[in-house]
């Protein structure tokens, strides 16, 4: 169980690229960040406008002078200082992550980023080539996969308790985008340009969680066809959709079912991953993360609690509130941002070793998940044909 003991030598210099005053995530980057004293916040460039950056750096007690007016600067300029930055978060519109991650490894700097990581797998090859030659280390705040229950769901199925996989059901879906974009912010409007987008809206901005998570739990199952169906309720956001279903074959045969919308009108906002074996099925939602249902083929469904001393140890060991309090999003940030952490610092001190067994969301990660989204693109614009995944 995590309790707040120091896990590195010593808290890591750390720099926000977005994430300011009027963006979506940055508060979750911080939250996580600082939960466990392994990130200090000493720089950012937070906004596009470089006084109200500056203004709302000044408030979350950052330096005026190190609240810089573009990542160029912050580079430029922390790399005077003894106590310059040593990691970057990068928190800004999908477009921008490949040039910013580049900029940061070549100046000597790790790189947490928001996902999908960049545009294209060849985006993603030459990065990690960069930060290998560097011996850097990119995370990617896929945040919803340090919940303690979803480390559960691997255990049980690493130990055989499914059985053989055969169906894989995974959702995502929310109705926060069912109407049109007239007088949206450009917060929101930014997602629906293919420019500053990528090829994809709802798969990249939330398929890829799904995606990412069932690898999480599902590592030794591999993709050989999907087929993918994807379309825009709101014309104006065409050729990008706002509602998707993936259909996946797998090596062993396994079939699977990917739904993501943000469409679903009056939907608040749910994940739902029912993973079914030959013996036994799981199900998880970030709607009660807390509960894991076990339903075993002959016998009584089962709901098993996170923080139980019957769960295995790799959940306990992600576990931050015990059984008797409720565990939420910003645990699962803080998990993250604490397994990167780990990573840079094995890095920083040479320990290879600790990273061959050492579990967080890396260049890796970004990269299947970049995969994934190009064999989707493939299909969708193949009017909705399988195609061998790549």
Not at 104 to 130: N, Q, R
Not at 315 to 327: C, F, N
Not at 370 to 379: A, F, K, P
């Amino acid at each position: 169980m995590l309790n707040g003991e120091r896990l590195i030598s010593r808290p890591l210099r750390w720099g926000m690229v977005g994430g300011g005053r009027t963006g979506q995530v940055g508060y979750k980057h911080r939250t996580g960040a600082q939960r466990d004293g392994t990130y200090r916040l000493v720089c950012g460039a937070f906004d596009l406008d470089a006084a109200r950056g500056r203004d709302f750096g000044v408030a979350i007690g950052v330096d005026a002078g190190r609240c810089y007016a573009d990542y160029r600067e912050l580079i430029a300029r922390e790399a005077t200082r003894e106590d310059g930055v040593e990691v970057v978060s990068i928190a800004t519109p999908n477009f921008t992550h490949y040039e910013i991650t580049k900029a940061c490894l070549e100046a000597g700097l790790h790189v947490i980023c928001e996902k999908p990581l960049f545009f294209s797998v060849a985006e993603c090859d030459e990065i990690a080539t960069l930060a290998k030659a560097k011996g850097l280390i990119v995370g990617v705040t896929y945040g919803f996969t340090g919940h303690p229950l979803v480390h559960q769901m691997a255990a049980m199925v690493a130990k055989g308790m499914l059985g053989e996989i055969r169906i894989v059901d995974l959702r995502y879906t929310h109705g926060f985008n069912a109407g049109d974009d007239v007088g949206a912010p450009e917060a929101v409007k930014w997602r629906t340009n293919p420019r500053t987008a990528g090829p994809t809206f709802v798969l990249g901005d939330i398929g890829t969680h799904l995606y990412y998570l069932s690898e999480i739990v599902l590592p030794h199952l591999k993709i050989e066809r999907l087929l993918c169906d994807r379309t825009a309720f709101i014309p104006s956001r065409a050729p990008l959709e706002d509602h998707a279903t993936v259909l996946m074959h797998y090596h062993n045969g396994a079939r699977g079912r990917l739904w993501v919308s943000s469409v679903d009108a009056g939907n608040m906002g749910s994940q739902r991953y029912r993973f079914v074996g030959s013996k036994a099925s799981v199900e998880w939602s970030d709607s009660h993360p807390d509960q894991l249902l076990y339903d075993v083929q002959g016998e009584p469904n089962r709901i098993l609690h996170h923080g139980m001393p019957y769960l295995e140890g790799e959940s306990l060991a992600a576990d931050r509130m015990g059984a008797l309090h409720t565990e939420g999003l910003g645990d699962s940030w803080a998990n993250i941002y604490l397994w990167i952490a780990q990573a840079i610092d094995a890095k920083r001190r040479g320990d290879e070793a600790f990273l061959t067994t050492h579990h967080y969301p890396g260049i890796e990660a970004g990269t299947e998940g970049v995969r994934w989204l190009e064999n989707c693109v493939r299909s969708a614009d193949a009017c909705a044909t399988w195609v061998d995944f790549k």
